[in-house]
């Protein structure tokens, strides 16, 4: 059975409720490829999951709507030549997604005044620029 994975000190998700397909790879290896179940799928079910408060599932599900199917959230691992490296690369690339997607949204900006100094340098500037097209005018005699 597989050990527990910790995405944030408030969320621990259990290791039953974690599932690893394996299935062959492509790539590197040579010809273990061909004998070696070395890809790994880790699927776990975000919707059903009793290891998710209610208040932050709906948050997950809003942030990853567009990688669940069917409310399972799917990681595939492929790219190193061992079993055991890329069942540890889907468990990491897993706990990145769901800690960025339970991270509370950010604080909204309080909106500010701009500062004298800086409507007049913006005046001042717009001035200066006025006065460059100006003296490009053809027939300006000024």
Known sequence: MAA??????ALVIAGAELHERFSRSSG??????????????????????A???EWLRSRIVA????????????IAASEHRSQLANRQAARERLVALLRSA??????????TKPTRGSQERR?????????TKRNRRVGNDE
């Not at 527990?4 to 000190?9: E, F, G, I």
């Not at 339970?102 to 909106?111: E, I």
């Not at 001042?124 to 006025?130: E, S, T």
């Open 51 to 53: 290891s998710i408060p």
């Open 123 to 131: 005046l001042a500037d717009k001035r200066r620029r006025a006065d």
């Open 28 to 49: 590197p290896g040579g010809q273990g490829v061909n004998t070696s179940d070395s890809r790994v799928e880790l699927s776990f079910d975000v919707v059903n999951s």
């Open 102 to 111: 339970s991270a509370p949204p950010p604080a909204k900006r309080r909106p």
């Open 4 to 9: 527990d994975l910790r995405v944030t000190p």
């Open 63 to 74: 942030r990853l709507a567009y990688r669940l199917v069917g409310g399972v959230l799917t």
